[in-house]
């Protein structure tokens, strides 16, 4: 009995290995075209890849090094994060149409205030455009500060591997 019941499942588990991996679904906020999700459902059979976050690299060589000018406002920082990123992805043979969720952490500028706006100026050149349309689902955080003071962005995010 026990040698057929392992068959049965040896039998079915061929068959359901040729059968499509579900897909991952994004859930768009009806009546919106901001650009991220309200939710994303990922099958049980998908991988989840997650990265640590990660910070601005200098994107002004002509500054002094180590200032506020050496890495640049709120949107050079977060397109040069979202390029550390989309490095990492790649060097993980993803890309980032497999982000599904994101954490931002932004940091006041000299204005007192996080510049959202500048943010998305950034997160914009990545997610959501004609090349790169999936969005992922994101929060958005202002802090206090991170580990370099002339860092105004780190970004954390979960990938998918289907």
Do not use: C
């Amino acid at each position: 009995m026990l040698s057929k019941t392992l068959l049965s499942a040896a039998a079915a588990s061929l068959l359901l290995g040729g059968i499509a991996q579900a897909e991952v679904v994004r859930h768009r906020t009806p009546g919106s075209d901001f650009p991220i999700l309200r939710a994303v459902e990922i099958p049980a059979d998908a991988t989840l890849v997650y990265l640590s976050g990660a910070v601005p690299g200098v994107t002004n060589t002509d500054a002094e090094p180590n200032t506020a000018g050496a890495f640049g406002d709120t949107e050079a920082q977060t397109v040069s994060v979202l390029g550390r990123i989309n490095s990492t992805l790649e060097d993980l043979d993803l890309t980032m149409s497999d982000v599904v969720k994101m954490q931002v952490y932004l940091v006041a500028d000299d204005s007192g205030r996080m510049d959202f706006g500048g943010f998305m100026d950034g997160y914009v050149q990545f997610f959501g455009t004609e090349d790169q349309p999936n969005l992922p689902t994101r929060s958005v955080f202002e802090v206090a500060g991170l580990a370099n003071p002339h860092w105004l962005v780190e970004i954390e995010v979960v990938a998918v591997r289907p």
